[in-house]
């Protein structure tokens, strides 16, 4: 479309888009946005808004995890909410978003069990619903596959939906549940090419005020980032370390993690080739 | 201390602390709310706002909002106060001081000498009781000027960083955003690359090949890699090419602990990167940033607003000499600065604050998405703090960084800006334009119509392209 627009000058160098998703090569109008580029990025951005604000739809939701099954075991599920009682609340008090409500809390004291949960995975919304209905489901069913595998077996609590939560809103569903360990899946802020990313958030002993480095976090979870079984991959690697070591954070970063977002190709960069 | 009181009508105001009359003097913004620090109601804040008018500058040398004892920032403020520059305005309120301020006598040069006397809060204050347009007014006024490769603040120049981000570093993705930058004329404050995966070889990794860009072409600018001080100064040990050393830093000392660094660290950066030699024009080494909001998200505010520890973090900035220092707007979120109105409030202040401490401001003109915020507001700002002559901005493809997930200013905003004032990139990377021809060389045009030669034989299988 671009090309047919009138007045514009076309950058010659629209090949590099193949190296990168930045938006490069754009052209220009004098040395203002070409019409069809404004209004691209306006629908991006138009896009990662609704993220932000579209709500979780915990029925759908709970509808397709239950079709998951733990051991032969379909998923229980729950749904809570936290403090923040809507979206406008959320955004502007991130402590809320971090504490459970006390209906929910209760709720889930009722769900525990004599023996301490090994594992408590909680599915929040966070800043993108959008990416909680996407992401979560292709995730889980790649970790409850791979997890079937870990010895000794891990005891899974229930799984709990959150609406309008944060990050450490699973040190107190986790607490809640009586769980050695919780993985939170949740909607990351959306980019502007990603509205769709998904984080996920691993604590060892979780309890509420637990400092953030205490945490590890996987990012960028969507098809055009970090694949989500590759991410269920990366998250069991993370959840068998933590075991083994009894912590999460800053003392479990494993080597492999450092290279893992590292070009090793060795190959030459096109600009420094000689001139 | 016996507070302040203000009476109004029936109504008696009481303000417990100095750090209470600054907090809820502050224009409203959602990070203070949050704070619970914020007025209670309009007519608290305006109230505040009189009490604080009527306070003497010599007030902020007796009484610190953050005690002496527990932090590192307040004994850097009080111990570095210049008492022979402050004598000119050692009488004055900070009402007083913004009339001061406003004058036409009050040039670039009385600025200069009366910087070393103005400590950060007093600076937070008066800005706290002056309208926009005194913050642009005033700043305009400023002159501060760096150097290391090239000269950043001359007037009439604007600088932008290259900020060519990739979501795994992969180096040829790096590679095409500078490509793309360099053709649109950006990258004379710093050729920054915020690193996604924040570990010393990486960043030699990165280095090295900035520094092979810019030897190979001789281009006259530095280049930066932001990760922690603590790596930057391990590259240095093992023989990278460091020209700036990165850091984000806060206003107070458990916000600066919460970042993992001190004066001292950041001492013994500076010292590292001089050793160097790197910079062939100056010797300004240091890159920093910061933003309003920090050391609330540090539990490190002390119950003080964020608008003064921000200021105060300029305080710590400025006895390490930087080339570049900019904060970063809007990236924090909406539980700090809610909307646009709140992000150019801010970022008005901030650079009004900066330059009058005598730091080479610039400001990183930004929002995330879920902030009630869009391009609409960037533009406003941006046009403001142009014509405040803000040093630097950012430069990115299309505003739009996809690794750190939110929207900056991008290439053609730094160009409409250079069309509207007359404003040229830093004088040496304005001549290395021209020679490059990549800027036009004259006529009524900014960019040259044809990619250079040396630039299309850059480009991957060329030949291929039509």
């Given at each position: 479309m671009s090309h047919q627009e009138h007045h514009l000058h076309t950058?010659?160098?629209?090949?590099?888009r193949e190296l990168t998703a930045?938006?490069?090569?754009?052209?220009?109008?004098g040395t203002s946005l070409p019409t069809s580029e404004l209004l691209k990025f306006q629908l991006a951005h138009a896009q990662a808004i609704d993220a932000v604000h579209s709500p979780l739809n915990g029925e759908l939701l709970c509808e397709q995890l239950a079709a998951l099954s733990y051991h032969q075991q379909p998923l229980t599920l729950h749904c809570v909410k936290s403090e923040a009682e809507d979206r406008l609340v959320y955004l502007q008090r991130p402590d809320l978003g971090r504490k459970l409500s006390e209906a929910s809390t209760y709720s889930l004291q009722e769900?525990?069990?004599k023996e301490l949960f090994d594992l408590a995975i909680v599915i929040a919304d966070g800043l993108s619903a959008t990416a909680v209905m996407q992401q979560s489901i292709p995730f889980l069913t790649a970790l409850l596959a791979q997890l079937e595998t870990s010895q000794p077996a891990w005891t899974l609590a229930p799984v709990a939906v959150v609406e309008q939560?944060?990050?450490?809103?699973g040190d107190d569903i986790a607490q809640a549940l009586n769980a050695q360990m919780v993985v939170v899946l949740i909607g990351e802020r959306p980019g502007l090419s990603s509205p769709d990313s998904l984080g996920i958030y691993l604590t060892w002993q979780p309890k509420r005020?637990?400092?953030?480095?205490?945490r590890n976090c996987i990012s960028n979870v969507r098809p055009e980032g970090l694949a989500p079984a590759k991410a269920a991959t990366r998250c069991l690697y993370l959840m068998e370390s933590a075991r083994a070591k009894q912590l999460t954070g800053?003392?479990?970063?494993?080597?492999?993690e450092d290279n893992v977002?590292?070009?090793?190709?060795g190959q030459g960069v096109f600009l420094l080739r000689g001139t | 201390m016996a507070g302040y009181r203000y009476t109004l009508g029936q109504l008696t105001y009481r303000f417990k602390d100095l750090a209470e009359v600054m907090a809820k003097a502050s224009p409203l913004r959602s990070g203070d709310q949050l704070a619970g620090v914020?007025?209670?109601?309009a007519e608290e804040r305006v109230v505040a706002q009189m009490v604080l008018a009527e306070l003497p500058l010599r007030t902020f040398l007796n009484e610190t909002v953050i005690p002496y004892e527990q932090d590192e920032v307040t004994r850097l403020i009080i111990d570095t106060h210049d008492a022979e520059a402050f004598a000119p305005v050692a009488s004055l309120t900070v009402g007083e001081l913004r009339n001061w301020l406003l004058l036409?006598?009050?040039?670039a040069t009385v600025l200069q000498d009366v910087c070393l006397g103005l400590t950060p809060e007093m600076v937070a204050a008066v800005s706290k009781i002056m309208r926009n347009q005194d913050l642009i007014l005033v700043a305009r006024k400023c002159e501060v000027i760096t150097a290391f490769r090239n000269t950043i603040g001359v007037p009439g120049h604007f600088s932008t960083r290259l900020q060519p981000n990739h979501p795994t570093d992969d180096l040829n993705g790096i590679a095409a955003s500078i490509f793309d930058g360099l053709m649109y004329?950006?990258?004379?404050a710093v050729i920054g690359i915020n690193p996604a995966t924040d570990n010393v070889a990486q960043t030699i990794k990165l280095l090295n090949m900035l520094d092979e860009l810019i030897t190979q072409y001789d281009i006259p600018t530095q280049s930066c890699v932001l990760t922690h001080v603590t790596n930057t100064i391990e590259a240095i040990e093992r023989g990278a090419p460091v020209d700036l050393v990165f850091q984000s830093i806060g206003g107070t000392e458990v916000t600066n602990n919460s970042f993992g660094v001190s004066l001292a660290i950041l001492q013994e950066a500076r010292e590292a990167a001089l050793s160097l030699k790197r910079g062939t024009i100056g010797d300004n080494v240091m890159y920093f940033e910061t933003g309003q909001g920090s050391a609330l998200s540090a539990n490190?505010?002390?119950?003080?607003d964020q608008q003064t520890c921000e200021a105060r973090a300029y305080g710590l900035a400025r006895v390490l000499d930087p080339l570049l220092i900019n904060t970063?707007?809007?990236?924090?979120?909406?539980?700090?600065l809610f909307d646009g109105k709140q992000i150019i409030r801010a970022g008005l202040e901030d650079h009004f604050c900066g330059k009058l401490l005598g730091l080479p401001m610039g400001c990183d003109i930004c929002y995330t998405n879920?902030?009630?915020?869009d391009q609409n507001d960037m533009d406003n700002l941006l046009t403001l703090l142009a014509s405040a002559h803000c040093q630097f901005i950012m430069g990115i493809p299309g505003s739009d960084d996809i690794m750190l997930n939110y929207q900056t200013t991008s290439f053609h905003d730094a160009l409409y800006i250079r069309q509207l004032f007359g404003a040229r990139p830093a004088p040496e990377f304005d001549a290395w334009l021209k020679q490059q021809k990549?800027?036009?060389?004259?006529?009524?045009?900014?960019?040259?119509d044809k990619l250079p030669g040396r630039f299309a034989a850059a480009l991957p299988h060329h030949g291929g392209q039509s």
């Open positions: 950058d010659t160098w629209q090949q590099l930045a938006r490069i090569g754009l052209g220009r109008v769900l525990r069990e939560g944060r990050v450490a809103i005020g637990c400092d953030d480095a205490k800053v003392g479990l970063k494993d080597r492999s977002l590292t070009d090793e190709s | 914020a007025a209670a109601t036409e006598s009050t040039d004329g950006s990258g004379d490190g505010h002390h119950g003080v970063v707007v809007g990236f924090i979120g909406p539980e700090y879920h902030a009630q915020a990549i800027f036009a060389d004259s006529g009524n045009k900014l960019l040259a």
